[in-house]
């Protein structure tokens, strides 16, 4: 439903997930990447403080479990990063995006990535950058995320960065 933009069809379900994760630390993940669905329903449908205040948790969650050089821990801030963008907190949200930057580099060195989650954090921080005024970090990070994406695709994409 959220792949096909059925943001309003797809959000009783994923109520309906919440409800039935069992409530163990066993099931923390599970219930993490049910909240993560229904914060990015929320985000899409311009609910952005309930959508933080779920990534907050999923955060929060992932925080606890994962170890602090997971990508999946990388993902989840580079969404909040968005999300705090979003919502005007462009100092958080650049916390944020610099910090997935950081655990993406390092699972691009170990060799858990090709580099492109590195590059979509490196254009999300040169965008809080820009917006912030600092110009110079931003072209900086803009480029380099850039440079990420040609190298891993072949081909630079207009669809990210956004």
């Not at 440079?147 to 994409?157: A, D, N």
Request: charged share 25%.
């Amino acid at each position: 439903m959220v792949e096909r933009g059925s943001f309003t069809e797809a959000e009783p379900l994923l109520l309906t997930a919440r409800l039935a994760c069992p409530d163990s630390e066993e099931a923390l993940l599970t219930l993490a990447g049910v909240l993560f669905n229904l914060a990015g329903v929320r985000f899409e449908c311009n609910r952005i403080k309930e959508s933080l205040e779920l990534c907050q948790q999923v955060l929060q969650i992932r925080e606890k479990i994962l170890r602090p050089s997971d990508p999946l821990l990388g993902n989840t801030l580079y969404s909040i990063g968005i999300v705090y963008m979003e919502d005007g907190q462009l100092e958080e949200a650049l916390r944020c995006c610099l910090k997935a930057v950081e655990i993406h580099e390092a699972c691009e060195k170990e060799g858990k990535h090709d580099g492109s989650p590195t590059g979509l954090s490196c254009l999300d921080a040169g965008l809080c950058y820009w917006k912030i005024g600092e110009l110079e970090l931003a072209s900086q990070y803009i480029e380099r995320g850039l440079v990420l994406f040609e190298r891993t695709t072949g081909k630079l994409s207009q669809k990210y960065g956004q």
